[in-house]
C-alpha cells in the first residue's frame, strides 16, 4: 500500500525567509502524481502545487517549488519569500491515478511577523 | 474559494440522530469524493463517486450511507453514529480523463456526535 511520510509536525519562520517542508513517499508504481495542499486555518483544502512523476523537472507556482528525487522517493516543498498568508497546514499527497488520494499527516507552519 | 460548497458547516448530533451532510460543486466535475478528517490522523478517503456511480468504498461502516443523485450533488446520510466519528468531513470533485487528477475540496463540515 502507499504511504505518505511528512516528518515535520511543526514548523515556524519569518516573513520572507524561505522554508522547506519534507514528504517521503513509498510506492511501487512508476507512473503517479504527486501534491502539495495548503489548509489554512479556515480550513478550505487549497492545491498548491502538483508534479507528475514521468517528468523530470520541477514543478515551480510562483514562490512556491518542489523538489523532486524520484528515485529517493521525496518530494519536498519550498516556499521562497515566505508571507504571513502561507500560514496553514501543508499536506502533501499521492495518486497513482485511481482517484484514491493518500495524504501525510500534514505539516503546520506559521509565518511570523 | 474552490467552486465547492458544503452545508452545513457545523453540526451536533445525538447518537441516535440521523442527519445528513450536503455537497455542491459548481465546476462540472464528473467525480465526487468524501473524506474524514481526524486529529492528529491523516485525510481518510470514505467514498468515490465517478459519472453518479460509487467506485470505491473504502470499508466505511454502514452507519454512514452516501448518496449521488446527479454529477454536482453528493449527499452523506448519518445515523447511529459513535463519538469516535466526530471529525471534519470534507468533500471534493475532479474531472475524471484529465491527466492531472487534482481534486478541489470544500471547506468541510465539522461533527461532532455526543
Not at chain 1, 522554508?19 to 495548503?38: I, R
Not at chain 2, 467514498?47 to 449527499?75: G, I
Request: aromatic share 12%; charged share 20%.
Amino acid at each position: 500500500a502507499q504511504t505518505v511520510t511528512q516528518s515535520q509536525p511543526e514548523m515556524s519562520v519569518q516573513e520572507a525567509e524561505t522554508v522547506t517542508l519534507s514528504c517521503t513517499y513509498d510506492t511501487s508504481e512508476s507512473n503517479y502524481y504527486l501534491f502539495w495542499y495548503k489548509q489554512p486555518p479556515s480550513r478550505q483544502m487549497i492545491l498548491v502545487i502538483r508534479q507528475e512523476a514521468y517528468k523530470q523537472q520541477n514543478a515551480t507556482e510562483n514562490r512556491f517549488s518542489v523538489n523532486f528525487q524520484k528515485a529517493a522517493k521525496s518530494f519536498s516543498l519550498k516556499i521562497s519569500d515566505s508571507q504571513l498568508g502561507d500560514t496553514a497546514m501543508y499536506f502533501c499527497a499521492f495518486d497513482q491515478g485511481a482517484q484514491k488520494l493518500v495524504f501525510g499527516q500534514g505539516t503546520r507552519l506559521t509565518i511570523n511577523p | 474559494e474552490t467552486g465547492v460548497t458544503q452545508t452545513p458547516r457545523h453540526l451536533v448530533m445525538g447518537m441516535t440522530n440521523k442527519k445528513s451532510l450536503k455537497c455542491e460543486q459548481h465546476l462540472g466535475h464528473n467525480a465526487m469524493y468524501w473524506y474524514k478528517q481526524s486529529a492528529k490522523k491523516p485525510l481518510e478517503l470514505m467514498f468515490v463517486y465517478n459519472f453518479k456511480e460509487q467506485t470505491e468504498n473504502n470499508s466505511v461502516p454502514s452507519r454512514f450511507s452516501p448518496e449521488c443523485p446527479n454529477s454536482s450533488h453528493l449527499f452523506l446520510h448519518l445515523h447511529t453514529l459513535q463519538p469516535e466519528d466526530s471529525a471534519l468531513y470534507l468533500c471534493a470533485s475532479s474531472q475524471v480523463g484529465r491527466t492531472n487528477y487534482e481534486q478541489y475540496f470544500g471547506p468541510g463540515t465539522r461533527l461532532t456526535v455526543t
